[in-house]
Nanobody, 123 residues
Framework: HVQLVESGGGSVQAGGSLRLSCEVSGYPYSHKCLAWFRQAPGKQREGVAV????????DYANVAKGRFAITYYDSKDTVYLQLDKLEPEDTGMYSC??????????????????WGQGTQVTV
């Protein structure tokens, strides 16, 4: 039974930082794509950042470049999203997602089939 559990959300002033975590359990394969998405009230969900657990290659949406950083730690099977220079427009529910993949690169447009419940970020 695959589970993704996010944590680390909260309220922060503009210009502040947060570090989100997503712990993966029950995943039967070691290689996967792990991504962060967000959804603001009244808006569609959008991809923020993605990482390949095999090659540690990353990709970011334009809104995240230069401000957010995604990392993955094999020993903890946990993916992190560091949020810096937060703006009110970054407010939303942040969710992590997983996809089985042995690729060295991953994309935000893939069909992720496992999702966490999300953690709220309010700026």
């Amino acid at each position: 039974h695959v589970q993704l559990v996010e944590s680390g959300g909260g309220s922060v002033q503009a210009g502040g930082s947060l570090r989100l975590s997503c712990e993966v359990s029950g995943y039967p394969y070691s290689h996967k794509c792990l991504a962060w998405f967000r959804q603001a009230p009244g808006k569609q969900r959008e991809g923020v950042a993605v990482i390949s657990t095999r090659g540690k290659n990353t990709d970011y949406a334009n809104v995240a470049k230069g401000r957010f950083a995604i990392t993955y730690y094999d020993s903890k099977d946990t993916v992190y999203l560091q949020l810096d220079k937060l703006e009110p427009e970054d407010t939303g529910m942040y969710s992590c997602a997983a996809l089985l993949s042995s690729s060295f690169t991953c994309t935000l447009s893939s069909n992720y089939n496992y999702w966490g419940q999300g953690t709220q970020v309010t700026v």
